[in-house]
Antibody
């Protein structure tokens, strides 16, 4: 079955770095655009970054631009989010999600991985 | 940036009741709107896309309507498993992709 599994979350100090991974299975990963979406504790959903199926096109939210980088390895069916210069306000559960079609809405989500930024 | 506003923030409902959730966009997004359901401790689940198309496996009691700036999600007869937070998301003008703040449907 279609599955996304995130990993790499944890506790990090302000200014630190972390790399999140998302392992995909059950579908042809290289056919799909992918995204990262986060959710701060008790808050709503916030889109973070988006990548085309080839990896040639990426977009990111202004709140993370210049600090977070989305990438993918289609040979390994994996999506990544490299996070640097982390701030307290980056504390959230980070979800990877699959874009269902030509326009970005998301039909499959991982279980999420928690990133906590605190000294 | 397109701002999505959902109302009400919380809805107290009894099982079996009809539920109407609203989502408003700060500018027209055509029909480029999705609805998600998120239960406590779980990832969101896609319910509706293109404003009115049910996603795979979504029960017929969920329906979406609207276009432009005003959208509605209706649950025709609320079941116990439907108590959750519901989010709308526009994908007409992006980046950024934007979500509404959510409507929590709780037991009355």
């Amino acid at each position: 079955q279609v599955q996304l599994v995130e990993s790499g979350g944890g506790l990090v100090k302000p200014g630190g770095s972390l790399r999140l991974s998302c392992a995909a299975s059950g579908f042809t990963f290289s056919d799909y655009y992918m995204t990262w979406i986060r959710q701060a504790p008790g808050k709503g959903l916030e889109w973070v970054a988006y990548i085309s199926n080839s990896g040639n096109t990426v977009y990111s939210a202004d709140s993370v631009k210049g600090r977070f980088t989305i990438s993918r390895d289609n040979a390994k069916n994996s999506l990544f989010l490299q996070m640097s210069s982390l701030r307290a306000e980056d504390t959230a559960v980070y979800y990877c999600a699959r874009d269902q079609g030509l326009l970005p809405h998301f039909d499959c989500w991982g279980q999420g991985t928690l990133v906590a930024v605190s000294s | 940036e397109v701002v999505m506003t959902q109302s009400p923030a919380t809805l107290s409902v009894s099982p079996g009741e009809r539920v109407t959730l609203s989502c408003r966009a700060s500018q027209s997004v055509g029909s480029d709107l999705a609805w998600y359901q998120q239960k406590l401790g779980q990832a969101p689940r896609l319910l509706i896309y293109d404003a009115s198309t049910r996603a795979t496996g979504i029960p017929a009691r969920f329906s979406g309507s609207g276009s432009g700036t005003e959208f509605t999600l209706i649950i025709s007869s609320l079941q116990s498993e439907d108590f959750a937070v519901y989010y709308c998301q526009q994908y007409s003008y992006w980046p950024p992709l934007t979500f509404g703040g959510g409507t929590k449907v709780e037991i009355k």
